[in-house]
């Protein structure tokens, strides 16, 4: 018969496993709560747990980026090493000895670490920025240009990290083909090339050259990516180089709405550049663009309704490139119980420098496909661009002074006088 343990012996088992229960709720409170606080206090939160190795990067990574003191490289080091033993297998950790050794001046050692923190993660996101860098120096571009590719597929929004070095890359013509043909292959990245690109004017040479030649293949360029470079020429005040590109852009079927006023009937196929009409966000009125197949044609055209608002500022407008001479503006207009309270007038203004050169008023009341014209000249004196819009002479949304009505335009057209 087996004996019974005394009730002194049963109670302290008994604490022994409450003891090591404790413990292990503790631990794991612990634990929990370093996860919790890895990311607000990682310092609080690996002395709750000096194993987190999530916590431990973010505080290494802190004191690297801390711009207010000097990071102290040997101990950020040893901390690194450290957190590396426990977790060989984390590329984040072989980035940051790297870096801390980058800074150190042991460039090629760090190197090294760059390329074993990929070998373990293609998108290490610190180790693919300094391969970047690192390529481009050694005049890899080609492989610069697949670096920048992987990084900007797993981390959109790090492309202001690589974009300084775009015009190395584009300079050389290996570089150039390679980001040429990661755009031809439709890279997530091409809309912000193009957008950095369009804001220096070296960055618009490469720009420019780089749609040319994706016009008529399997990627033609976007009417985002024009707009972001012609935008970017006016910019710069080069006029010329951006109607020149926007010519150049037009399809067949779009060059047939060609002339001083592109697009002069409205039809519904707005593409947003600066040389095409541009809608503006307005409130107390609606633009609608139909074409005359889709519609009867008294309804064809750009259809303007006022909603019985004040109605401040501009509704539609397009850059317009005039030479010096004498011209006619001439409106077709359909109205419906139009009242204009203060004026609506197209204004044609001379970009560089600003003025107004004319204003050709649109009348209120009721009628049917009127026909209004008004000329006007554009002096010798340098005004290479215009810009026409259409616009109320309302200073302040007063209610006083409400837009009510329906205004169709079928027709805006610029023709240019005989001398």
């Given at each position: 018969m087996m004996d019974r343990?005394?009730?002194?012996?049963?109670?302290?088992?008994?604490?022994?496993?409450?003891?090591?229960?404790?413990?292990?709720?503790?631990?794991?409170?612990?634990?929990?709560?370093?996860?919790?606080l890895e990311t607000e206090a990682p310092a609080f939160s690996l002395a709750l747990d000096p194993l987190n190795v999530d916590a431990s990067i973010r505080e290494i990574s802190s004191d690297l980026n801390d711009l207010n003191n000097v990071p102290d490289l040997p101990a950020l080091l040893a901390q690194a090493r450290g957190a590396l033993r426990f977790n060989l297998g984390d590329a984040r950790l072989y980035s940051l000895i790297g870096e801390i050794k980058y800074r150190q001046g042991e460039k090629e050692?760090?190197?090294?670490?760059?390329?074993?923190?990929?070998?373990?993660?293609?998108?290490?996101?610190?180790?693919?920025?300094?391969?970047?860098?690192?390529?481009?120096?050694?005049?890899?571009?080609?492989?610069?240009?697949?670096?920048?590719?992987?990084?900007l597929r797993r981390w959109p929004d790090r492309f202001a990290a690589v974009a300084d070095g775009l015009p190395t890359i584009l300079s050389n013509p290996n570089g150039y083909n390679a980001v040429l043909a990661a755009i031809r292959a439709e890279a997530p990245w091409r809309a912000s090339l193009f957008g950095a690109l369009a804001k220096s004017s070296q960055g618009l040479d490469?720009?420019?050259?780089?749609?040319?030649?994706?016009?008529?293949?399997?990627?033609?360029?976007?009417?985002?990516?024009?707009?972001?470079?012609?935008?970017?020429?006016?910019?710069?005040?080069?006029?010329?180089?951006?109607?020149?590109?926007?010519?150049?852009s037009l399809s067949d079927q779009e060059r047939m709405l060609g002339g001083y006023i592109f697009n002069s009937t409205f039809e519904p196929i707005v593409g947003g550049t600066p040389f095409d009409w541009q809608i503006r966000d307005q409130s107390g009125l609606e633009v609608t663009f139909t074409t005359s197949r889709e519609a009867a044609e008294s309804e064809a055209g750009a259809t303007v309704r006022f909603l019985n608002t004040p109605v401040k500022n501009t509704a539609l407008?397009?850059?317009?490139?005039?030479?010096?001479?004498?011209?006619?503006?001439?409106?077709?207009?359909?109205?419906?119980?139009?009242?204009?309270?203060?004026?609506?007038?197209?204004?044609?203004?001379?970009?560089?420098?600003?003025?107004?050169?004319?204003?050709?008023?649109?009348?209120?009341?009721?009628?049917?496909r009127q026909k209004l014209s008004q000329d006007f000249s554009v002096g010798p004196a340098a005004c290479p661009m215009q810009l026409l819009r259409l616009e109320t002479a309302a200073i302040a949304e007063s209610w006083r002074f409400r837009y009510v009505g329906t205004l169709i335009m079928h027709k805006l057209s610029i023709e240019r006088l005989p001398s």
């Open positions: 343990a005394s009730p002194l012996t049963q109670n302290l088992r008994l604490s022994g496993v409450w003891f090591v229960a404790s413990v292990l709720v503790l631990l794991a409170s612990s634990i929990g709560l370093s996860r919790f050692e760090a190197y090294k670490l760059f390329d074993q923190a990929r070998k373990l993660s293609k998108t290490e996101i610190h180790a693919l920025q300094r391969s970047i860098g690192h390529s481009i120096e050694l005049g890899d571009f080609s492989k610069a240009v697949g670096e920048i590719d992987i990084l490469f720009a420019n050259r780089l749609l040319l030649e994706l016009t008529g293949s399997s990627a033609p360029p976007k009417s985002s990516e024009l707009s972001a470079v012609i935008g970017g020429y006016i910019g710069q005040k080069e006029y010329e180089s951006a109607y020149r590109l926007f010519l150049f407008q397009q850059y317009i490139e005039l030479p010096p001479g004498s011209y006619k503006i001439s409106l077709i207009a359909t109205a419906r119980d139009l009242k204009l309270p203060k004026e609506l007038f197209w204004s044609i203004r001379c970009v560089d420098p600003v003025g107004e050169i004319a204003r050709f008023k649109v009348p209120e009341g009721t009628y049917n």
